[in-house]
């Protein structure tokens, strides 16, 4: 303002100057009238910066003065033909445009202005779940015309919502399960806002053991190579798994196709090394590899093959991991069914996996076929059991082992053998035995008959019978408990072949004992 004017008052003296060595009459300027029709454009900026462009313009003016109506002390100078820029929050302001002459008259004119910011647009946000941590998210967003962003999680209605900028990764730990509306709102720097809301399940963490049967986990299996896996209703609940869902996998063509599930925890080593799975398959000798991956490096990894030993039916699989470098992380339960050959069109069903130590849990079902699993026989009367391979693979049995029971000669009539489970067996629901049994003679009674652990108390003990049909070939003997007192905690199960008659020197299998309706 100082400058302008002194710059006029240069001009006027000039001009002074020249009327007088001219012997002029300058009393024209003095004369002059004041600016007129002063007036200004205001060009506001569309990025939400504030930033306005003053152009001012009028009749006989040699400058202007700009004064910006948002409590700025000092005004603006700006010369005829120029522009001017300020920097304006969001709100409606006066903007007084003085035009000055050379004679210093003045006129001046108050125009009110606008200062409008747009909505934010073309807003995108990440929502993303964190492997390892279920109950976290990660939030992150990005627009045009923003200033900042807010988020609320949905979780505390009370909380404050959390600023962040474009760029900022802003995370949030749940405090439990559910569905929560997570909304991320976009600030212009004004009034303007544009928002964002979408629904977040968080879910159980995916951990060992895993049954497919908990709708709250997150089942979701990553195939490759052509496969195609889903987690479906059981389409055979017999034998040893009756549970409602299991997993199924279709490989592709490949010869190295399948799928994983991913853990939300790595693999714990203190819960065993021993990694048993039911399987169904189409046929039996169907190799079955399992793969134990590292989240993030795929050349970190154990695997194992194990093969299938019946077709059209359950059985339990044991990997063993002993050998694997348990300082590494393993996040990746990776399956392929009949590793190593091209798929062709077969699909298997797997369930229930799980860890286990060196000996596998002694219960219902008792097929023998774990290599680890530590059966105590206690044999009594003159009779003996072990497990042993099966003598005749054939008929309802092709199993790969099974459980011997040898009545030397001579061997009392009640000569038996006794195994002992883990834990009480659950007779709450089913009471009905089922046993595949293998005998070298029609019409011998086996007993089966059950205890539990406290030796002094015999007034509880159950049995049933039932007899052979078939010499020298495998069949099925049902044993019905029906009204057996759940309460009384059988633990023990005992076992008689040709009950009543003194031994001979036969041998007997059996195999697949199993809880039945």
């Not at 060595?21 to 506001?44: E, G, K, R, V, Y």
């Not at 920097?87 to 035009?99: C, F, I, P, Q, S």
């Not at 019905?480 to 007997?508: E, K």
Request: net charge negative; hydrophobic share 40%; with cysteine.
């Amino acid at each position: 303002m100082k400058n302008i004017k002194f710059l006029f008052s240069i001009l006027f003296i000039a001009v002074l100057a020249g009327c007088s060595d001219d012997d002029s009459d300058a009393s024209f300027i003095d004369d002059a009238p004041a600016p007129q029709n002063i007036s200004a454009l205001f060009t506001i900026t569309q990025d939400n910066s504030g930033l306005v462009t003053i152009a001012p313009h009028g009749e006989g003016v040699a400058g202007f003065d700009i004064y910006f109506g948002d409590g700025t002390a000092e005004p603006a100078a700006v010369g005829v033909g120029q522009k001017t820029t300020h920097t304006y929050a969001e709100g409606e302001y006066n903007v007084k445009v003085v035009g000055v002459a050379l004679n210093g008259k003045t006129s001046e004119v108050t125009l009110p202005l606008t200062v409008s910011f747009i909505a934010p647009e073309n807003l995108e946000v990440s929502i993303a779940t964190v492997v390892g941590s279920p109950l976290q998210i990660n939030v992150s967003a990005t627009a045009d015309y923003e200033t900042y962003f807010e988020v609320m999680y949905g979780e505390d209605p009370a909380q404050e919502p959390v600023q962040f900028n474009q760029g900022d990764v802003v995370n949030h730990t749940y405090s439990a399960t559910g569905t929560y509306t997570v909304t991320v709102t976009a600030f212009s720097g004004g009034a303007a806002t544009t928002s964002y809301s979408q629904q977040v399940t968080i879910t159980n963490p995916l951990l060992l053991p895993i049954t497919f049967e908990n709708a709250s986990l997150n089942y979701a299996f990553t195939d490759f190579n052509g496969a195609v896996s889903a987690v479906i209703d059981n389409p055979d609940a017999s034998g040893i798994n009756m549970s409602a869902t299991v997993a199924s996998m279709t490989p592709g063509g490949g010869a190295w196709t399948g799928g994983f599930l991913t853990l939300d925890s790595p693999v714990d080593f203190t819960d065993g090394a021993y990694f048993r799975v039911k399987v169904w398959s189409p046929a039996a000798g169907i190799p079955v590899l399992m793969k134990l991956e590292n989240l993030t490096d795929g050349g970190i990894f154990a695997e194992q093959i194990v093969s299938t030993t019946v077709a059209n039916e359950w059985e339990e699989l044991v990997f063993n991991f002993a050998g694997a470098n348990q300082n590494q992380e393993y996040s990746k339960l990776v399956f392929f069914f009949n590793a190593g050959n091209p798929g062709t069109g077969d699909t298997y069903y797997f369930d229930d996996i799980s860890q286990s130590s060196a000996s596998d849990a002694i219960q219902l079902p008792l097929t023998f076929e774990s290599a680890i699993q530590e059966l105590t026989w206690n044999n009594f009367g003159g009779a003996s059991g072990e497990r042993i391979a099966n003598p005749d693979p054939s008929g309802i049995n092709t199993s790969g082992f099974v459980g011997q029971y040898f009545k030397n000669a001579g061997a009392e009539t009640w000569a038996g053998v006794a195994i002992p489970m883990d834990n009480p067996i659950d007779f709450s629901t089913l009471q009905k035995v089922k046993m595949k049994v293998w005998s070298p003679v029609a019409g011998a009674t086996v007993l089966m008959k059950f205890e539990n652990m406290d030796p002094h108390v015999t007034s509880q003990d159950i049995e049933v019978s039932a007899t052979t049909t078939v010499t020298n070939q495998w069949e099925e003997l049902t044993f019905d408990f029906t009204g057996i007192n759940n309460a009384n905690g059988y633990q023990m199960l005992v076992l008689f072949f040709d009950f009543g008659q003194p031994g001979t020197g036969a041998a007997y299998y059996f195999d697949d004992v199993q809880l039945t309706n």
